[in-house]
């Protein structure tokens, strides 16, 4: 599946540059037309701060290479291999894709999301685009191709939110049943969890559906912020650690590549995030403030932080500082040489 959309998206990069430069069956040349009329950044500041939320969690799903690590036999080639690509994949599979997207389709198309419907089938950008250059029977296949990215992502959801809770329950942070791990080193009692609250997309189906959305979005869609925030500052946390400690970098299966300075940026930039999001809460886009539009856009932040504060006074656990993080246990031992030779040595034929 995951085959299937790389092709599709290189397949509609390659077709929205001909587009773009009147190569389709109407030929006309569309250039940077939508850019400038109806133009980009609509609604101005607040118009670009009400997608970070959006825009976030189309990007989230990278951090599940850490948690891939974990049942990776030989983690020391494989997540540095992984971690690189990540960098010309976003670049490639979003920003280029999402460039040509805006030179195809105006945001004020009246077919898109916010148009006709909340759950209409055929308000992908990318069909859209492929409708509107005249071209047949192609949107009906990149809407079967948007199916299968759909099952594709709710595979990784469920591997990532099983792993999560067995992590959980082995750490005391959530029932025991779901540490449960199967002689094939599956955690089932988690998995079978979460693919038993994949049934509530059901409820889209009544009338209800679009307000409930809303406020399951309003639970997620600031969690990638804390997510990544989290990375960062353990991130950060654990450099300072390994160096007061009297650890070396060279002790280090895989080096961030900008250091603990990359995630000083990436925290910074979280927390400006988080800070747009609250303003945006308090002073809504095209709409008045209320109780409702605030917590409809900032719910996630006060239960989490609701949840933090009851465990660290419920549980009594202390703040760590760089001297007495504990850097052994759960380590895996790591023999840089053996490594090196593995990836110097070829196999003979």
């Known amino acids: 599946m995951s085959l299937i959309k790389v092709i599709a998206i290189i397949g509609f990069i390659i077709l929205g540059i001909v587009l773009i430069f009147g190569g389709g069956p109407h030929h006309e040349y569309l250039g940077g037309r939508y850019w400038r009329s109806p133009g980009a950044f609509a609604n101005g500041f607040k118009g670009v701060c009400s997608v970070f939320v959006i825009a976030a969690f189309s990007f989230s799903g990278t951090e599940l290479v850490g948690l891939a690590a974990a049942e990776t036999d030989n983690p020391g080639k494989t997540i540095p291999a992984a971690t690189k690509q990540v960098f010309w994949r976003i670049s490639l599979f979003y920003v280029v894709s999402l460039t040509i997207i805006g030179c195809l389709v105006p945001y004020t198309s009246k077919r898109l999301l916010s148009g006709s419907s909340s759950f209409d089938a055929t308000a992908s950008p990318f069909v859209i685009a492929i409708e509107d250059a005249g071209i047949k029977i192609l949107p009906s296949i990149f809407n079967a191709v948007i199916l299968c990215a759909v ?22 942070q959530a029932p025991k049943i779901f540490s449960y791990i199967d002689r094939k080193g599956r955690p089932i009692s988690a998995v079978i969890l979460s693919m038993l609250f994949g049934l509530i997309a059901y409820i889209n189906c009544t009338k209800a ?141």
């Not at 099952?151 to 005391?172: F, K, M, P």
């Not at 910074?268 to 886009?285: G, K, S």
């Open 151 to 172: 099952l594709s992502v709710g595979n990784a959801s469920i591997y990532g939110t099983s792993r999560t809770l067995c992590a959980l329950a082995e750490n005391g």
């Open 209 to 349: 559906g679009s307000v409930v959305f809303k406020w399951l979005l309003a639970l997620g869609g600031l969690s990638t912020f804390f997510t990544w925030s989290s990375i960062c500052a353990c991130h950060i946390m654990f450099r300072l650690a390994w160096k007061v400690q009297g650890h070396t970098l060279d002790e280090l299966a895989f080096k961030a590549p900008f250091g603990i300075w990359g995630s000083c940026f990436g925290l910074l930039l979280n927390i400006l995030c988080l800070i747009t999001e609250f303003y945006l809460a308090v002073c809504p886009l095209n709409s008045s403030s209320s109780a409702e539009a605030f917590f409809q856009a900032y719910l996630a932040a006060p239960i989490i932080l609701t949840f933090y504060i009851v465990w660290k006074i419920w549980k009594r656990t202390p703040f760590m500082r760089p001297s007495t993080i504990d850097l052994d246990t759960g380590r895996r031992l790591f023999d840089k040489q053996k490594m090196i030779n593995e990836q110097t040595t070829k196999p003979r034929y």
